[in-house]
């Protein structure tokens, strides 16, 4: 897993040589398994170092800090956190990769859809009619 470029599902490689990883120990409860075990897993990926289609590459190096840090300790194995952050890395890259959506074209609702509207609240005023009484 380390060793191995990865391919983003937008066509984005990271290299194996631009990610660099950190292990350390983990806080918070868990006994001697965390005293004694480096499971906390730390990924920087080098984003300048990226390949790919330059229109997604432009969008990741303009959106991103030049080092993308993911860090993981939910895990109490260093294997599982290094999957989990590898797979948090990948999926941002991923996510400021997408093209920007379109913008919204206003439209205007169709006759039927304005009539339909008037007759239903035409409706329902002649049912609350019918149900004022003379007092």
Do not use: H, Y
Request: charged share 30%; glycine share 8%.
């Amino acid at each position: 897993m380390v060793d191995n470029d990865v391919r983003t599902s937008r066509g984005i490689v990271v290299p194996a040589a631009a990610m660099r990883w950190t292990f350390s120990r983990s806080g918070g409860a868990g006994g001697q398994n965390v005293n004694k075990v480096s499971s906390k897993v730390t990924l920087e990926v080098q984003i300048d170092q990226l390949g790919g289609p330059p229109a997604a590459l432009a969008r990741v190096v303009a959106a991103l800090a030049p080092v993308l840090r993911v860090s993981s300790q939910t895990a109490r194995s260093q294997f599982r956190n290094r999957e989990l952050c590898l797979e948090r890395a990948v999926g941002r890259i991923d996510e400021v990769a997408a093209p920007p959506a379109p913008p919204r074209r206003k439209t205007k609702p169709s006759r039927g859809a304005v009539e339909r509207r008037i007759q239903s609240k035409k409706l329902r005023g002649e049912t609350k009619r019918q149900r004022r009484g003379e007092w």
